[in-house]
């Protein structure tokens, strides 16, 4: 059975290695604030950081993802205090909100590489899909959580919404915790 760490456990599926990741994590681990959008790698909804590359996870199986280290949109923070996630608030980037995970992990990853990212390097790295069509926001906020974490900027943290980031993943019935 495919084993692997998911927001720092060590988790073992009891699934088809040939599952995709996105439905293990979402189906079995519960884990539903990665998206399932298009299933086929348009859309970038799925994104998770595998090994701290941001992938999407519709297009990897169980098996490829046997060894690696897995962090969901859940994981990034505790508390929703990462930088991009700030960010992307404070400069009402989010619409939906459905595409916004993806969008969170992939931005995540790109200031982890590169913390002052010019437009076409934000373009370059984001390929989500956003129908409703938030792109220069997404730049600005994207900008704004580099500046954030180069300590030249503080944003104030939203105000939580009453919800805990735990409540995502209550029941685990296809994945085996040690
Ligand atoms: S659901 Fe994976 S890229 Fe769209
Ligand atoms: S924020 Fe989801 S489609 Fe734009």
Known sequence: MPQLTVKNRPVEFKLDPQTPLLWAL????NLTGTKYGCGVGDCSACMVL????ALRSCLITLAESEGRFVTTIEGVSRDRS??????????????????????VIAAASL???NINPSKSQIEEAIPNLCRCGVYPRLVRAIQRAGRVMRREETISAAPAPGISTEDAALTVPAMKAD
Not at 26 to 29: K, N, Q, S, T, W
Not at 86 to 94: H, N
């Open 26 to 29: 979402r189906e079995a681990a």
């Open 50 to 53: 595998v090994d701290g590359e």
């Open 82 to 103: 990462h930088p991009v996630q700030q960010a992307l608030v404070a400069e009402q980037a989010i619409q939906c909100g459905f595409c916004t995970p993806g969008i």
């Open 111 to 113: 200031l982890k590489k």
